[in-house]
């Protein structure tokens, strides 16, 4: 116990690190990075991505992963911007139809892939497609400008310089943490993630389990169409393209093994701020955008190969 409780600390202590160390040298490099006005922007700028990360960290947990979550948000932003403003709905209502939609798009992926034993990697390529075509047909490949009715969850509060997204973010964070550490669900799912077939054999149905985090995902990228759309002022059939990958970057970077059976929501967490931190201030310096998608994709690639040497030591 005490030896996991170190480990853990030391994961964390190196993430902040990491974070710290980047904020001092793009503050250096930049004299006007480490200011209130940059962070608070960086801080509003990722909920999407926060929400994304929390439900992502839980689905690589038990073995799978999910690369349609840029379609899907990018549906559910579009349902939302079609039923506000082809037919007058309410954004509640409107809200509550993303929802539903995003919730069966993840329902779809984790039935198929548990069910007939498909991997999770090709049904969710196959949901990529399906939800990025759907998204372009409902809105005829057009953006779906909403205005000031959608703003109010993504502008920054009277009292604080923070949008309600944002802090919605942290509390399912939190939320997320507590399911994953707390619960008889977060302990099954890292056991499933671990080995399926020792819980399969120990009586335990594992398919309702791996089928509710592709759901949960699948909630959360609704949260994020919202979070997205209210930034945006409206809906883009074209949003989000390639958010799967800074997503698993975010939980790879945390710890998640792409494995399964290891990850933490808090983690994931403080990956998506790196990333956040290292590409606001690679801009901040004038890096050109291919450079920075450089620097993005070798990040990735480090911190797959540190998670890979991190369970051959882990082996050993």
């Known amino acids: 116990m005490k030896h996991k409780l170190s480990q853990s600390f030391l ?23 480490f200011q209130t006005q940059t962070l608070v922007t960086i801080a509003n700028s990722n909920p999407d991505l926060i929400f994304v990360s929390v439900g992502m960290t839980l689905v690589l947990i038990v073995a799978g992963i999910d690369l349609s979550v840029g379609s899907v948000l990018a549906l559910g932003s579009a349902v939302i911007g079609v039923l506000m403003v082809r037919h007058e709905w309410g954004l509640p209502a409107a809200f509550a139809a993303c929802l539903l939609v ?10 198929v892939s548990v069910w ?13 497609e399906m939800a990025r075509g759907g998204t372009k047909v409902i809105t005829d490949s057009q953006t779906m400008y ?4 959608v703003e109010s969850f993504g502008e920054p509060l009277a009292w604080i310089p923070l949008s309600p997204a944002f802090l919605v973010a942290v509390v ?12 008889v669900f977060g302990r099954y799912c890292v056991a499933i993630g671990t080995n399926e077939e020792a819980v399969r054999m120990s009586g335990i149905r594992t398919a309702p389990y791996t089928i509710a985090t592709f759901v949960i995902l699948g909630l959360l990228c609704g949260l ?7 930034r945006l002022s409206s809906a883009d059939p074209n949003a989000a393209i390639g958010l799967e990958l800074s997503a698993i970057a975010a939980c790879v970077i945390g710890g998640t093994s792409l494995m399964g059976g290891r990850g933490s ?3 994931s967490f403080i990956g998506v ?6 590409q606001s201030g690679l801009a901040q310096l004038g890096v050109e955008d291919a450079i920075k998608q450089l620097i993005t994709g070798a990040v990735i690639i480090a911190a797959v190969l540190l998670d890979a040497l991190r369970s051959r030591w882990g082996g050993r």
């Open 172 to 183: 399912v964070v939190i939320a997320g943490q507590f399911l994953l550490t707390r619960t």
């Open 116 to 128: 007939f034993s498909i991997p999770s990697f090709i049904v969710t390529l196959g949901m990529l």
């Open 265 to 267: 929501v808090v983690a």
């Open 11 to 33: 994961q964390y202590a190196g993430l902040v690190g990491v974070l710290v160390l980047l904020i001092a040298v793009f503050s250096v490099s930049s004299k006007n990075f």
């Open 146 to 149: 909403i205005g000031s009715r």
């Open 273 to 278: 701020l790196i990333i956040a931190v290292l």
């Open 102 to 111: 995003t919730s069966l798009c993840g329902l779809f992926n984790g039935f």
């Open 224 to 230: 994020a169409a919202l979070s997205q759309t209210s």
